[in-house]
């Protein structure tokens, strides 16, 4: 296997340091954005890759969170045959309507900064609160490894 849930964790770990450590030095938010954001990715490319992906089509999907996201919400849990797009309502802000992991990932959508390039190049990131973003590469590894071996990618017809 090509990604790992092991390395993800680890990213989460250097987010966190940073963030109990340093988070007032300048680029501190930014490291602990980047950090999260690929910790996320790694996570999702884990799953997918266990799930009946290749490495070669999780590589296509590149940086892309929404891509990651949808595809891992297409898969199927083997056991119901439902979709496992709950990832996408899965609360990591408790009492905010947008504190999921779905409108998290999406931040481009509502003009945050896309991930990788807008949040590790420019002057200014705008995005949700580096906690928020940490803790959703938190529960977004938490996901991938309860769900890992449960889902099945969705059948082309």
């Given amino acids: 296997m090509l990604y790992s849930y092991e390395f993800a964790k680890r990213l989460i770990e ?11 030095l300048d680029e501190a938010g930014r490291t602990i954005l980047y950090l999260s954001s690929l910790s996320c990715e790694i996570s999702l490319k884990a799953l997918l890759e266990r799930s009946g992906y290749s490495s070669k089509e ?8 929404s891509a990651l996201l949808a595809e891992v919400s297409s898969c199927s849990f083997a056991s119901t045959n439902q ?11 408790p009492g905010t309507a947008n504190g999921t992991i779905g409108t998290l990932l999406e931040s481009e959508i509502s003009g945050g900064s896309v991930y990788p390039n807008e949040i590790r190049y420019g002057d200014v990131v705008r995005h ?10 938190k529960s977004v ?3 991938c490894i309860q769900n890992d071996g449960s889902l099945v990618r969705a059948q082309t017809s």
């Avoid at 250097?14 to 007032?24: G, L, R």
Wanted: hydrophobic share 35%; charged share 25%; with cysteine.
């Fill in 14 to 24: 250097a987010a966190e340091s940073v963030f109990q450590d340093s988070a007032e």
């Fill in 128 to 137: 949700y609160p580096t906690e928020a973003m940490l803790n959703c590469a």
């Fill in 58 to 65: 999780t590589k296509k999907l590149s940086h892309n969170l």
């Fill in 83 to 93: 979709k496992a797009s709950s990832i996408r309502s899965k609360e990591v802000v």
């Fill in 141 to 143: 590894s938490d996901w």
